[in-house]
């Protein structure tokens, strides 16, 4: 038996299955096709009854098949994967229990000793196996996304959000993302993390500083650029969110405080 899966509209499901030794057991004896193809037809139904227990599907088949002559019936079940079984959300959803039920019927073992002799044996050479594993057909669909299309480079960093200080439009692909950060973060590349972060990303202050120490000096390093937390157009855009709803945070201020506040307080003691 052959078991295939592919994914229908949103309300429906279809599993694809070939019964192989029904079409060799009737072309063995298709000088006694009616009584064959009773007993095949009989199975289907009673696979398809383990699977459905509204019984609808083998409903579905007893009226296909019952316009079919012989040769009509065994040229169907010769096709790859003729069988489909539709599922129906919250009515027709077979279970795990259900499935083995259909494949004990069948005589087809779900849970199946699997070995890789290219990959693992032993220290005679002899295959290793492994536990019992679920052994299926699998409908899988080729991905699009292949490394050789879609690949573009950005020479420009200059299209930016001016809220959120984010590349945009066509300079948007030379983003950092979020997967990228996260494997900075476990290799443990904290001076990289912060310069991606920071200077070479949404704090504005840092970049020119940087831009202009590259100019004078031609080189730079972290610790020639100067860091100010209030420098971060995301945090601050968040921060607004943040006090629009009422919630204080410490992203950016200081002691219940926004930086103008504390700026405008400065100013006044001056004064």
Known sequence: ?????????????????????????????????TKQRKQAEELVYKVMDALDPTKSMSKYYAG???????????????KKFPYRFQTRIFKIEPTFVEIEKAADILGVPLMEKV???????NAEGVPVRTKEALVVYLHLKKMKQFL???????TNIASRDN??????????NGATSDREMESLVVSGMDNTLKEFSRARADSVEAKQAMYNTISTLGTVSLEDIPEDKTDVLSKNMMNVYM?????????????????????????????
């Open 64 to 78: 296909l098949f019952k316009d079919m002559n012989d040769k009509q019936f065994l040229d169907y079940i010769s």
């Open 148 to 154: 050789t299309k879609k690949n573009s480079i950005s």
């Open 163 to 172: 809220k959120t200080g984010r590349l945009v439009g066509h300079d948007k």
């Open 243 to 271: 006090l629009g709803s009422h919630i204080n945070t410490n992203l950016i201020n200081i002691d219940n405080m926004t930086p103008q506040t504390i700026k405008d307080k400065t100013i006044t003691r001056r004064q």
């Open 115 to 121: 070995s890789t002799p290219d990959l693992y044996v």
């Open 1 to 33: 038996m052959e078991v295939g899966y592919s994914r229908g509209s949103i309300a429906s499901t279809y599993f694809f299955v070939n019964f192989s030794h029904l079409e060799q057991s009737i072309k063995s004896k298709e000088a006694n096709m």
